[in-house]
């Protein structure tokens, strides 16, 4: 059981040193993380929407951007974690399941990128390059997580990362788009 001290001094070693020994080492002894990382996902969501709402960018649907990002965010988390797994498994070939450690240093990735996105948006500097850089640096670290978890190749690690990004993200846009088209189909509902 990995303890609140243990995800606290985790998130701060791969903030501080995102290197492969840093995931390997955090990664040691993870079991039954799959409740406390869907946790940690939806309450730092929750946090960052709140944060930012206070600021006043969310003026008319603060509720509902809550509600959407506390509920979409561990899903596509959950489902970027299986598309590693699955992908790893499908397409390399692999018999070791590396289900909870991807799951653990997905969730501290997260973790730290909903951090740097809040503390971005609060400063309210607007700038292209800036977000493409934490865009950027959060896939190098799904890719160094990956890498050093698995024991894969480098080129491994990318294909698999990009793939599993490309197929989730994909995948909960066109769940959104389908949601929308609800919507707007029976609107005396909503």
Do not use: C
Not at 55 to 63: E, I, P, R, S, V
Not at 118 to 123: A, D, G, K, W
Not at 166 to 181: E, K, R
């Amino acid at each position: 059981m990995i303890t609140f001290k243990h995800w606290l001094t985790s998130i701060f070693f791969v903030f501080i040193k995102p290197i492969p020994f840093t995931f390997k080492q955090i990664t040691k002894d993870v079991k039954g993380v799959l409740g406390a990382s869907i946790a940690w996902v939806a309450s730092i969501t929750g946090f960052m929407v709140i944060s930012i709402g206070l600021t006043g960018h969310y003026a008319d649907g603060f509720l509902f951007t809550l509600i959407i990002s506390i509920t979409i965010f561990p899903i596509w988390f959950l489902l970027f974690v299986f598309l590693q797994e699955f992908l790893n498994k499908k397409i390399f070939h692999r018999k070791t399941s590396y289900y909870e450690k991807l799951l653990f240093s997905t969730a501290i990735i997260f973790v730290i990128n909903v951090i740097l996105d809040t503390v971005y948006f609060l400063v309210n500097y607007q700038n292209i390059l800036i977000e493409l850089a934490l865009y950027i640096y959060l896939v190098v670290l799904f890719i160094i997580s990956f890498y050093s978890i698995t024991k894969a190749k480098i080129w491994q690690s990318i294909v698999i990362v990009i793939l599993a990004l490309v197929v989730s993200v994909g995948s909960l846009l066109f769940i959104g788009l389908y949601l929308m088209s609800l919507i707007q189909t029976v609107p005396s509902m909503f």
